[in-house]
């Protein structure tokens, strides 16, 4: 992975981290991941990271409270006291470690809950089954025929021959001008012919799905 290595770089990353701190806590509360045993230890985390007066200098500026909101208001807050041209964007040692218990925290208590591992076996199983469907047209795509190896799931065809049409070498066999009627100024990044150049296609095509559209293209797939 490619390190930021600008100031603006560096803002949007930790700004991400913040963000995603708060809100997979506040995410596994509204799907009842945590247990009470969780919400005694982020307290203790609280306590012995940044103590719970909320007079101190390094304290919990916002109560004990951990969400979206405090976190990003608390953690920019001793960003921005700590950061300097000269030592670079930081946070204070008491936030640091807080940052850092709070991390371990989520991939104990979250990231490795069994349902959400049972999820991850689910998610494997759409994502593949659409990479393996879409794969499938590669021969179709160089007759311009897609619509034809998709006949049977609708919306997946409409939407994967416009992406082909958009963003590839792909000319439809029954609408070859179908990117000047949606006036599609972009130039071809991927070739259809080609097959690592047609796998990078798919995978992004459906890296831009939303977890909802992908289960729904899932159903689409194996429905009967």
Same mark, same amino acid.
């Given at each position: 992975?490619?390190?930021?290595?600008?100031?603006?770089?560096?803002?949007?990353?930790?700004?991400?981290? !913040?963000?995603?701190?708060?809100?997979?806590?506040?995410?596994?509360?509204?799907?009842?991941?945590?247990?009470?045993?969780?919400?005694?230890?982020?307290?203790?985390?609280?306590?012995?990271?940044?103590?719970?007066?909320?007079?101190?200098?390094?304290?919990?500026?916002?109560?004990?409270?951990?969400?979206?909101?405090?976190?990003?208001?608390?953690?920019?807050?001793?960003?921005?006291?700590?950061?300097?041209?000269?030592? $670079?964007?930081?946070?204070?040692?008491?936030?640091?470690?807080?940052?850092?218990?709070?991390?371990?925290?989520?991939?104990?208590?979250?990231?490795?809950?069994?349902?959400?591992?049972?999820?991850?076996?689910?998610?494997? !199983?759409?994502?593949?089954?659409?990479?393996?469907?879409?794969?499938?047209?590669?021969?179709?795509?160089?007759?311009?025929?897609?619509?034809?190896?998709?006949?049977?799931?609708?919306?997946?065809?409409?939407?994967?021959?416009?992406?082909?049409?958009?963003?590839?070498?792909?000319?439809?066999?029954?609408?070859? #001008?179908?990117?000047?009627?949606?006036?599609?100024?972009?130039?071809?990044?991927?070739? !259809?012919?080609? #097959?690592?150049?047609?796998?990078?296609?798919?995978?992004?095509? !459906?890296?831009?799905?939303?977890?909802?559209?992908?289960?729904?293209?899932? $159903?689409?797939?194996?429905?009967?």
């Amino acid at each position: 992975m490619i390190q930021p290595y600008t100031w603006e770089g560096c803002v949007v990353k930790v700004a991400d981290k !913040i963000a995603y701190l708060g809100r997979d806590i506040e995410d596994a509360r509204a799907y009842h991941i945590l247990d009470m045993s969780a919400y005694r230890e982020l307290r203790e985390i609280v306590g012995s990271t940044l103590g719970f007066e909320g007079k101190g200098k390094k304290a919990f500026r916002s109560g004990k409270a951990v969400n979206t909101t405090v976190l990003i208001n608390d953690l920019i807050v001793d960003m921005c006291e700590q950061s300097s041209p000269e030592k $670079g964007l930081c946070f204070s040692e008491e936030y640091f470690k807080f940052i850092i218990a709070l991390k371990r925290f989520s991939f104990s208590k979250i990231y490795k809950h069994w349902r959400l591992v049972e999820f991850q076996h689910y998610a494997k !199983i759409v994502i593949e089954t659409i990479y393996r469907t879409l794969m499938r047209t590669q021969v179709y795509a160089a007759n311009g025929r897609v619509s034809t190896a998709l006949r049977l799931f609708p919306k997946l065809c409409v939407e994967f021959e416009n992406w082909l049409v958009k963003y590839s070498n792909y000319e439809p066999m029954f609408q070859k #001008d179908r990117k000047k009627i949606y006036r599609y100024d972009t130039k071809s990044v991927f070739d !259809i012919k080609n #097959d690592e150049s047609f796998q990078k296609c798919v995978i992004e095509f !459906i890296s831009g799905m939303t977890d909802q559209y992908a289960i729904e293209i899932y $159903g689409e797939i194996i429905q009967f």
